[in-house]
């Protein structure tokens, strides 16, 4: 069983810098596609960024030029690099981890739990 954690959050004041890591484990061969959403109060969630094996990374338009995303395959661990914060960027974060596993020719498709990014003014 595949597990995904999410991790990074916290509190910062605007024009700061955050990095969330999101790690997966139970078996994983590879990670082919990673995305982040976020979801503030009273809002639907939102796809933020998302990178796949061989394309280039997308982002929304409101964070393009401030966030990065990135897959460390040997980690099983994607991240999100987000700098320039504003109050705006203040929501709840989830990843979404699809990839492959050993001894199966099953693939999988697994969301982390959330991880809060609060950012002042």
């Known amino acids: 069983q595949v597990q995904v954690v999410a991790s990074g959050g916290g509190l910062v004041q605007a024009g700061g810098s955050l990095t969330l890591s999101c790690a997966a484990s139970?078996?994983?061969?590879?990670?082919?596609?990673a995305a982040w959403y976020r979801q503030a109060p009273s809002k639907e969630r939102e796809l933020v960024a998302v990178?796949?094996?061989?394309?280039?990374?997308n982002y929304a338009d409101s964070v393009k030029g401030r966030f990065t995303v990135s897959v460390d395959n040997s980690l099983n661990t994607a991240y999100l690099q987000m700098t320039s914060l504003k109050p705006e960027d203040t929501a709840v974060y989830y990843c979404?981890?699809?990839?492959?596993?050993?001894?199966?020719?099953?693939?999988?498709?697994?969301w982390g739990q959330g991880t809060q990014v609060t950012v002042s003014s």
């Open positions: 139970g078996g994983i061969q590879s990670l082919n596609t």
């Open positions: 979404n981890l699809q990839g492959t596993r050993w001894m199966t020719t099953h693939g999988f498709n697994s």
């Open positions: 990178t796949t094996s061989g394309d280039a990374p």
